[in-house]
């Protein structure tokens, strides 16, 4: 089955990774976690500067139209709308994404903005951040302050991306700001994030044209057993259950799975779960974050008595990540069996390698083509197999500050010059083009 006419070419970034002019804006948790020693991030990298994308977004947008991009999703940085999380807006700040929206859509390119990416205003952070109640409501002001500037020309909205990561990195594994492993904070956080996606939906609606799209972005690793026993196709269960079912269960069904909450029990916040029946609010697409599979082995390790296993023969990028695209035809089609979305975008997919740099204007990054090929192909499978997927958005438009791994991944269609902020399209970039134009 070929792509649908309708289908909806993009690609996606984020504020920090790509923003820079850190100076125009209030602080958020990603600058004090870059910022404080011993940094967590490699060769102590922020996000400072970035792409310098907040002065150059003209030039970006223009890029974007060269490769004949349909959609652009991004995401917009809290903190340079609400320097301290609440309270009085930065009007310079709104009006940025007030003039990139306007210029997205005069390169005919549909604006689909993500409200939160990770970067929490500090200020919020210092009164406990998403484990604070009132993050709902914090997060509800600022939807609102945003949905009403740019409601009547965004096309389409998310509220979070990725909640897991925000929950358990940042708060279970301490990889992410801000730096807390405890479990019983993270199952906090996690509860806060969901609430805080209802709340948003119904403020986006009221401030955006009828039938505008409203969803959420949830990174998905389908889980698969090391082998056929009981014992390690049980813990894939319980794997697929503490990362997908957390957040696709409340927000699909208003509850928490029943076997995760049994197993976390020691370490369950007192919280009234009930509540979480407010995240189940409908949405108009799941946006789905695919990079990888889990392949699980039961185990003695506590809490969920598993253990994750590199095969022999995979083939991996430069993170060390599986290339595994079978595992989105296998996620889609899942999803789409088990919670019926009204629409599946792919709002993150793509993946890092050791590009070389531009020789006489050219990046050859033929590891990226041959990945975009497999997993369109997995996408086409789905397609085929009655999943309702409605859009692509490749990971990322540029290379950028990836996170913990600093500038040294590099995911972009688009390779950046760190020193000169010089862009040059890849190889990928082009093969993306002519396959957006071929399917029109």
């Known amino acids: 089955m070929p792509f649908p006419k309708t289908f909806l070419w993009g690609a996606a970034t984020s504020s920090y990774q790509i923003e820079g002019a850190a100076d125009l804006r209030g602080e958020c948790v990603w600058d004090r976690f870059c910022h404080t020693w011993p940094s967590k991030v ?26 004949s991009l349909q959609a652009y999703r991004f995401s917009i940085a809290w903190a340079r709308v609400l320097p301290q999380g609440t309270g009085a807006v930065n009007a310079d700040g709104l009006a940025f994404y007030d003039r990139l929206v306007d210029e997205l859509l005069a390169a005919n390119i549909q604006p689909y903005a993500t409200l939160y990416h990770w970067d929490l205003p500090q200020a919020l952070q210092n009164q406990g951040g998403w484990s604070n109640p009132d993050s709902v409501g914090w997060f509800a002001e600022y939807a609102d302050i945003v949905a009403r500037k740019l409601g009547d020309r965004v096309k389409g909205w998310m509220t979070h991306n990725e909640p897991w990561i925000v929950a358990f990195v940042g708060h279970y594994y301490g990889g992410h ?23 948003a939906v119904p403020i986006i609606r009221q401030n955006t044209p009828t039938n505008t799209p409203v969803g959420i972005a949830l990174n998905l690793n389908p889980a698969y057993p090391a082998t056929p026993s009981a014992e390690d196709v049980a813990a894939a269960q319980r794997q697929d ?17 029943a076997d995760i909450m049994d197993l976390v029990a020691d370490h369950f916040p007192k919280l009234d779960v009930s509540a979480v029946q407010a995240a189940a609010v409908p949405i108009d697409f799941l946006g789905v974050n695919y990079y990888l599979r889990n392949v699980i082995a039961a185990s003695d390790d506590r809490p969920l ?18 290339i595994y695209p079978d595992g989105l035809h296998e996620l889609l089609t899942r999803l789409q069996r ?16 050791d590009d070389p740099a531009p020789v006489n204007g050219v990046v050859d990054d033929p590891l990226r083509i041959g990945y975009f090929k497999e997993h369109f192909a997995a996408i086409e499978r789905a397609l085929a197999d009655g999943a309702k997927v409605a859009g692509y958005f490749a990971w990322s438009l540029l290379d950028n500050f990836e996170w913990s791994h600093g500038y040294d991944k590099r995911f972009g269609l688009i390779h950046m010059d760190y020193q000169t902020l010089q862009r040059t399209p890849k190889q990928s970039a082009w093969f993306y083009r002519d396959l957006i134009l071929a399917s029109q």
């Open 338 to 353: 088990d919670y019926d979305p009204k629409a599946i975008y792919i709002t993150e997919n793509g993946a890092a390698f």
């Open 305 to 322: 008595q598993l253990r994750h296993i590199m095969p022999d023969d995979a083939r991996k990028t430069a993170l060390d990540w599986e």
């Open 241 to 257: 259950g503490f990362l997908n079912r957390w957040f696709l269960d409340p927000l699909f069904k208003g509850h928490y799975p």
């Open 42 to 67: 490699v060769h102590q990298h922020t996000g400072d500067v970035a792409c310098d994308h907040y002065h150059r977004y003209r030039e970006d947008v223009t890029l974007m139209q060269q490769l």
């Open 177 to 199: 700001p801000p730096g807390v492993a405890d479990l019983t904070t993270t199952y906090e956080v996690a509860h806060h994030l969901l609430l805080a996606h209802g709340a």
